[in-house]
């Protein structure tokens, strides 16, 4: 597609719920990040993708969070047993990939509330 | 500690004046990213800065980078309210790949 697409763009959850959000990046791009955005904040990194695998997970919250990306294309974050903190903006990005500029292009984003 | 620190947080300013915002960073880096964010909206990329003394002009916007004092400046010349949004920093910190933000500067412009 022309540009990362997120959906869907609002979810609203239980607390104790699962929920999956679901990322498909620019065509052609191999690196696909995870950030979230806390009202008033800066996104914080998740978790990045090189290709299929996830190369760097460290920015994942706890172990509540995971997420996959099985074919190097779309990717899913899930999230297990929400709690309201996990209320945020959930943003995927995606870049080209290989060294050089780290520009990401960003999605629109996942607004995520937990109630 | 990896930081990001703009100032201002929030600034609003008159139509036709300038003004510039600033980003400190805490640890060594040659590689910076400006995003504008509309309410709501996600993030677009406005400037990548790779090198020392790097500097990039786009319209009423000028971003500069001074890797050796850890700065980087977004100058807006004679603002109009289309520029009204918030403004990241973003540093990438040796990995390559993850970006840390600044808490962003949310910009109004009034008449």
């Known amino acids: 597609g022309a540009g990362v697409s997120q959906t869907p763009s609002n979810k609203v959850t239980e607390k104790g719920k699962y929920v999956e959000l679901r990322c498909d990046p620019i065509s052609g791009h191999t690196a696909l990040y995870w950030y979230r955005q806390s009202l008033g904040q800066g996104p914080e990194f998740l978790i990045y993708f090189q290709g299929t695998g996830a190369a760097d997970d460290s920015g994942l919250p706890n172990d509540r969070f995971f997420a996959v990306r099985p074919e190097g294309s779309v990717s899913t974050l899930k999230i297990q047993r929400t709690e309201r903190g996990d209320s945020a903006v959930y943003l995927c990005?995606?870049?080209?990939?290989?060294?050089?500029?780290?520009?990401?292009?960003f999605g629109q984003g996942t607004r995520l509330t937990v109630v | 500690e990896l930081k990001v620190e703009q100032n201002p947080l929030f600034l609003s300013m008159q139509e036709g004046k300038n003004y510039t915002i600033y980003c400190n960073y805490s640890t060594t880096s040659d590689r910076l990213y400006w995003y504008r964010q509309d309410p709501g909206k996600s993030l677009e990329s406005l400037f990548v800065?790779?090198?020392?003394?790097a500097v990039k002009q786009e319209g009423r916007l000028m971003a500069s980078l001074d890797t050796k004092a850890r700065l980087s400046t977004l100058h807006i010349t004679a603002a109009v309210h289309d520029l009204s949004a918030t403004y990241f920093c973003a540093v990438d910190f040796y990995s390559g790949y993850a970006l840390n933000f600044g808490k962003g500067t949310s910009l109004l412009v009034t008449p």
């Open positions: 990005a995606s870049s080209p990939g290989g060294t050089g500029s780290t520009e990401a292009f």
């Open positions: 800065l790779l090198s020392n003394g």
